[in-house]
């Protein structure tokens, strides 16, 4: 995003304002590659455009993106259902989930989320990618399935580190989808559209 036009995000309420003042703290501690302030706009500005009910994300990490999700679920009547493996990560997730209000949004599931992702076989909305990178073209395998026509597949580090070149075959040679690649200026996001 250009730095010049850019300005930050601003709360509508005061569940907005709880959250993005819970993003801001969260940004204070450990980091792990989470999703950066302009990633995590777009990608709730996505989910709530597409009035997402449900939306998958393989990769927890300590909540942020979660985060900007819920601002987008709290107003879709959605829930996001989030996978870590690393339970020291998910403890940090959950208490920030709490902190900003959202704990009844979001489900948390602990384990490798190959396994643990698609025993759930409603469908998915919104895929966000963000587990480890060389994982990415067999979570496309697994998931997409489930992803119903006019849902979208989102991932992270399309740019930085560099992606999995199999994961990005799939999602530019596949006629079912419609791929952009957008903020390649930072880490990048792959945004995937499953057509109808
Ligand atoms: C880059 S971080 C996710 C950042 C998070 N989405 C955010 O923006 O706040 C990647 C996460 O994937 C998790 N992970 C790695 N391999 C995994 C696997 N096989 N199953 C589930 N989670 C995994 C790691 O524990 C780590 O927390």
Do not use: C, W
């Not at 709490?98 to 992702?117: N, Q, S, W, Y």
Request: hydrophobic share 40%.
């Amino acid at each position: 995003q250009d730095a010049n036009l850019q300005k930050p995000a601003l709360a509508k309420d005061d569940g907005e304002k709880r959250i993005l003042e819970t993003i801001v703290e969260a940004r204070k501690g450990q980091r792990y590659a989470n999703v950066s302030e302009a990633d995590g706009r777009l990608m709730r500005q996505l989910v709530e455009a597409v009035n997402a009910k449900r939306v998958v994300e393989l990769g927890t990490s300590t909540g942020e993106s979660g985060l900007y999700f819920s601002l987008a679920l709290r107003k879709t009547g959605g829930k996001l259902y989030t996978h870590d493996i690393d339970p020291g990560r998910v403890e940090v997730a959950k208490a920030n989930f709490k902190k900003a209000g959202v704990e009844d949004l979001i489900v948390i599931t602990m384990g490798d989320a190959h396994e643990t992702a698609p025993k759930n076989t409603e469908p998915i909305d919104v895929l966000f990618i963000d587990a480890e990178k060389p994982g990415y073209d067999a979570y496309l395998r697994e998931l997409l399935p489930l992803v119903r026509p006019g849902g979208l597949i989102l991932a992270h580090n399309m740019h930085t580190p560099a992606p999995n070149p199999k994961y990005v075959e799939a999602i530019t040679t596949n006629p079912d989808l419609d791929t952009s690649f957008l903020l390649m200026d930072g880490a990048g996001l792959g945004v995937t559209l499953k057509k109808r």
